[in-house]
T-cell receptor, first 117, second 112 residues
Framework: DADVTQTPRNRITKTGKRIMLECSQT?????MYWYRQDPGLGLRLIYY???????NKGEISDGYSVSRQAQAKFSLSLESAIPNQTALYFC????????????????FGPGTRLTVL | GEDVEQSLFLSVREGDSSVINCTYT??????LYWYKQEPGAGLQLLTY?????DMKQDQRLTVLLNKKDKHLSLRIADTQTGDSAIYFC????????????FGKGTMLLVSP
């Protein structure tokens, strides 16, 4: 079974709809991240959480919100989706406290492809 | 702030060597990483180098680090069609509260 799972894998929605993307992990890691990937722009960090009580904005948090429901679960919400939020979204985890080197290694889910019409 | 730059595209023939280059700005980076993203998949760590090293070799992969010029490269020997993917360079400062900074990724296309 995959260590980091994302649901749904694909989603098509309309402008103005509320969307939630979910991420679950069985790695026991404290740190979780949400990224979006756009062609030619690479990966950009949206939000990250270093433990259940910690939430931090990343490079491009406007229009997004997150919830860390448990150590294993980190959800990303688009309150009112717009077309320029069409992208591939990745969840990742890390745990520098327990991982050997390289301690910054992140483990990625398979991604959610979101299309906003 | 931190920035990581890569060229966006590289095309090689099967059997040739591929060299993917990256420049970074944070001289305090502890580790520098190469991640690989195969089509339809998430990123996976391919290899890494600690900042006090100049070179690291791992089978067909050679990582070179020039700290003076803040330049990192990934050489893939005897490139195969299965090496076709997007390769991301990434860095992380030494603070325990830092996050990875990724480059925009280099798409490697290997033709038969």
């Amino acid at each position: 079974d995959a260590d980091v799972t994302q649901t749904p894998r694909n989603r098509i929605t309309k402008t103005g709809k509320r969307i939630m993307l979910e991420c679950s992990q069985t790695k026991g890691h404290d740190r979780m991240y949400w990224y979006r990937q756009d062609p030619g722009l690479g990966l950009r960090l949206i939000y990250y959480s270093f433990d259940v009580k910690d939430i931090n904005k990343g490079e491009i948090s406007d229009g997004y919100s997150v919830s860390r429901q448990a150590q294993a679960k980190f959800s990303l919400s688009l309150e009112s989706a717009i077309p320029n939020q069409t992208a591939l979204y990745f969840c990742a985890t890390s745990d520098p406290g327990t991982s050997g080197p390289p301690w910054g290694e992140q483990f990625f889910g398979p991604g959610t492809r979101l299309t906003v019409l | 702030g931190e920035d990581v730059e890569q060229s966006l595209f590289l095309s090689v023939r099967e059997g040739d060597s591929s060299v993917i280059n990256c420049t970074y700005t944070d001289s305090s980076s502890t580790y520098l990483y190469w991640y690989k993203q195969e089509p339809g998949a998430g990123l996976q760590l391919l290899t890494y180098i600690f900042s006090n090293m100049d070179m690291k070799q791992d089978q067909r992969l050679t990582v070179l680090l020039n700290k003076k010029d803040k330049h990192l490269s990934l050489r893939i020997a005897d490139t195969q069609t299965g090496d076709s993917a997007i390769y991301f360079c990434a860095e992380i400062p030494p603070s325990g509260y830092s996050t990875l900074t990724f480059g925009k990724g280099t798409m490697l296309l290997v033709s038969p």
